[in-house]
């Protein structure tokens, strides 16, 4: 596939060590343009929609930021935890400002199903419909997010 230098620009604020040490790609050795496409399918498999999805993390984001000490149980069988760190992460697309680092783990209750995601990838999945790559330490598997979301 030919790339733009755009492209490759962006290929490359994903891999390892540039933006993130752990990068967005895990070992995933597919272009990113192909990660977002099959996960469209994926999304269009499922009946949800990365606007959907992003809404329902950002719900629970939203809700845990603020409790401070440990894990917050949120609408009785969602257990969250958000862990914040110092600073901003830039998004590999090239978005300026950045967005908040931070790690929000969620476990539901009932299923056990659970989550781990960054303020970051709240973006990403609603902006460029990126759920990282398979192996990545947040890649967001749809089908998960479907079982512990939704
Ligand atoms: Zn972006």
Redesign the pocket.
Known sequence: MKETPQELKIHNNMKKGMISVTGFLGDDERHYHEIIADDKKNLEKIGLSADKIADRLEYFSRKAFPVYDGTTIIDEIYQVEYRSYRGRIM?????GGGYRKGEITLVNLQNNARLCWTPLNE??IR??CFFEGVGSNHRLDPEIIKKALF
């Open positions: 998004c590999p697309f090239g978005h973006h990403m902006t460029h």
